[in-house]
């Protein structure tokens, strides 16, 4: 019996107690002493409102009652916050794992390991394949450049100062630290390192002095933020690979933005004259789909001499019509250097300077977000041979099939054919031809501790 029908029963109890029925009233009314009218109307009211007190306690509880039976019953999974509250000693939670990037802080760390296969169709016997600056060896497996970065970007609202290093190894940083001038020294394995300062003009300038890459060219050092594998001849020949000495970058808003420039010179850390090398760039995104940049430097480049002066024009133009579609061209020209035609006992230059020019385009067409297809044709004149050591010039196509095996993964087939005027492209144990055709198959693994926050 619930709490509802005991309270029924008491009701009852007390209308039987307290009110007697008409009949026994009517044999006992003889012997009783009849009650004053007014103690009668006193009584029965003070009876009423108990009964009416009852009533309201009795539908409560069965309202109460009705509830706690469609209520379910939490699992120990769904226990209310309210039942959270209990006299058991509370328990410890356990400390969370500290991340690599708590610990870290605002330095970031990331990285990849680049390495391919390279099939070379004219078998040269020395298994290298010519006019190639980082995928040089042929029909072997080969290591392309495993790179490590440890980054600081400079902050206003906490820390204006930050630096940049980044360390390498493999056939790409040996390919940009072999032409300084004092070889394969203490920068070996540095590709970069700069400190840079956030200065408190305008939206803010950033001041970096060190080594940096040259913000020449449309592609770079690291194949994953390139739309090809292999580098064009462009990137190769018509321009440095970096710079050591001052640099300063100043956005205005996000359409426009300058760069300027003080250093020693092309792919060197020692400076091999007493002159210096400078240089701005012009960014313009005049629309979201649209980009511009052009790039010019000038300064003495030869050991000594610092009357003749290198000069370099450089302009690189996006354009995306759509997510998934994009458009680079590239165009380069040089000239200034003098040929040297005796050393001793001062050097003599040559009456005229060199030049070379060139230029590449680009396609770039994403499928879904795993693959992605890129073609790239490239036309390069060494007019005078001064980059390439012969008088010439190259005509190029490259396709590429790019696919990404998982987040981290980054796979690509590539097969490019290389053809020059002349036979400079060697076959077999020596034989002279005038075109090269190679396939390649590579694969990056990245890494990046900023994911992780």
């Given at each position: 019996?619930?709490?509802?029908?005991?309270?029924?029963?008491?009701?009852?109890?007390?209308?039987?107690?307290?009110?007697?029925?008409?009949?026994?009233?009517?044999?006992?009314?003889?012997?009783?002493?009849?009650?004053?009218?007014?103690?009668?109307?006193?009584?029965?009211?003070e009876?009423?409102?108990?009964?009416?007190?009852?009533?309201?306690?009795?539908?409560?509880?069965?309202?109460?009652?009705?509830?706690?039976?469609?209520?379910?019953?939490?699992?120990?999974?769904?226990v209310?916050?309210?039942n959270?509250?209990?006299?058991?000693?509370?328990t410890?939670?356990?400390?969370?794992a500290?991340?690599?990037?708590?610990?870290?802080?605002?330095?970031?760390?990331?990285?990849?390991v680049?390495?391919?296969?390279?099939?070379?169709?004219?078998?040269?016997?020395?298994?290298?394949?010519?006019?190639?600056?980082f995928?040089?060896?042929?029909?072997?497996?080969?290591?392309?450049?495993?790179?490590l970065?440890?980054?600081?970007?400079?902050?206003?609202?906490?820390s204006?100062t930050?630096?940049h290093?980044?360390?390498?190894?493999g056939?790409?940083?040996n390919?940009?630290?072999?032409?300084?001038?004092?070889?394969?020294?203490?920068?070996?394995?540095?590709?970069?390192?700069?400190?840079?300062?956030?200065?408190?003009?305008?939206?803010?300038?950033?001041?970096?002095a060190?080594?940096?890459?040259?913000p020449?060219?449309?592609?770079?050092?690291?194949?994953?933020d390139?739309w090809?594998?292999?580098?064009?001849?462009?990137?190769?020949?018509?321009?440095p690979?970096?710079?050591?000495?001052?640099?300063?970058?100043?956005?205005?808003?996000?359409?426009?933005?300058?760069?300027?420039?003080?250093?020693?010179?092309?792919?060197?850390?020692?400076?091999?004259?007493?002159g210096?090398?400078?240089?701005a760039?012009?960014?313009?995104?005049?629309?979201?789909?649209?980009?511009?940049?052009?790039?010019?430097?000038?300064?003495?480049?030869?050991?000594?001499?610092?009357?003749?002066?290198?000069?370099?024009?450089?302009?690189?133009i996006?354009?995306?019509?759509?997510?998934?579609?994009?458009?680079?061209?590239?165009?380069?020209?040089?000239?200034?250097?003098?040929?040297?035609?005796?050393?001793?006992?001062?050097?003599?230059?040559?009456?005229?300077?060199?030049?070379?020019?060139?230029?590449?385009?680009y396609v770039?067409?994403?499928?879904n977000d795993?693959?992605?297809?890129?073609?790239?044709y490239?036309?390069?004149?060494?007019?005078?041979?001064?980059?390439t050591?012969?008088?010439?010039?190259?005509?190029?196509?490259?396709?590429?099939?790019?696919?990404?095996?998982?987040?981290?993964?980054?796979?690509?087939?590539?097969?490019?054919?290389?053809?020059?005027?002349?036979?400079?492209?060697?076959?077999?144990?020596?034989?002279p031809?005038?075109?090269?055709?190679?396939?390649?198959?590579?694969?990056?693994?990245?890494?990046?501790?900023?994911?992780?926050?």
């Amino acid at each position: 019996m619930n709490r509802a029908s005991w309270v029924i029963v008491a009701v009852l109890g007390f209308c039987v107690a307290f009110v007697p029925p008409p009949l026994c009233r009517a044999q006992n009314q003889s012997s009783a002493i009849e009650p004053a009218p007014s103690e009668i109307s006193q009584r029965m009211q003070e009876l009423e409102k108990q009964v009416s007190d009852l009533r309201s306690e009795l539908a409560a509880l069965k309202q109460n009652d009705s509830m706690a039976s469609n209520t379910k019953t939490p699992t120990p999974t769904e226990v209310p916050q309210s039942n959270l509250v209990t006299t058991a000693p509370a328990t410890t939670s356990p400390t969370p794992a500290m991340s690599i990037a708590s610990l870290l802080g605002p330095t970031s760390v990331s990285g990849f390991v680049d390495t391919y296969y390279n099939y070379n169709s004219n078998q040269p016997s020395s298994r290298t394949n010519g006019f190639r600056s980082f995928d040089v060896a042929s029909n072997q497996f080969a290591l392309n450049l495993v790179e490590l970065v440890v980054d600081k970007t400079p902050d206003p609202a906490n820390s204006r100062t930050g630096y940049h290093i980044a360390l390498g190894f493999g056939q790409a940083i040996n390919a940009v630290n072999g032409s300084d001038p004092g070889g394969l020294g203490f920068d070996q394995y540095l590709k970069e390192a700069y400190f840079s300062y956030l200065a408190p003009v305008g939206k803010g300038l950033q001041i970096d002095a060190g080594k940096f890459v040259t913000p020449h060219g449309a592609e770079v050092i690291e194949t994953k933020d390139d739309w090809n594998y292999s580098r064009d001849l462009l990137f190769s020949y018509a321009i440095p690979y970096f710079h050591y000495g001052l640099r300063a970058k100043y956005a205005f808003n996000d359409k426009y933005s300058v760069t300027g420039f003080v250093v020693n010179g092309w792919n060197n850390i020692v400076e091999n004259n007493t002159g210096k090398t400078y240089g701005a760039s012009f960014g313009w995104n005049p629309t979201k789909k649209v980009g511009f940049i052009q790039n010019y430097m000038a300064g003495p480049e030869q050991t000594n001499d610092n009357s003749n002066w290198r000069q370099l024009w450089d302009t690189v133009i996006t354009y995306s019509p759509t997510s998934k579609l994009s458009f680079t061209v590239n165009g380069d020209y040089g000239r200034g250097d003098h040929p040297i035609l005796a050393t001793s006992p001062t050097l003599i230059f040559g009456p005229k300077p060199v030049f070379w020019t060139g230029v590449a385009a680009y396609v770039k067409y994403a499928l879904n977000d795993k693959y992605t297809v890129v073609s790239r044709y490239e036309y390069y004149d060494d007019h005078d041979g001064f980059t390439t050591g012969t008088p010439q010039h190259f005509n190029g196509i490259t396709g590429t099939f790019q696919r990404m095996i998982a987040s981290h993964i980054m796979s690509r087939l590539e097969f490019r054919r290389d053809m020059s005027n002349l036979p400079t492209f060697v076959k077999g144990n020596g034989l002279p031809v005038t075109a090269q055709n190679t396939m390649t198959a590579g694969v990056v693994f990245m890494f990046d501790s900023r994911e992780a926050r």
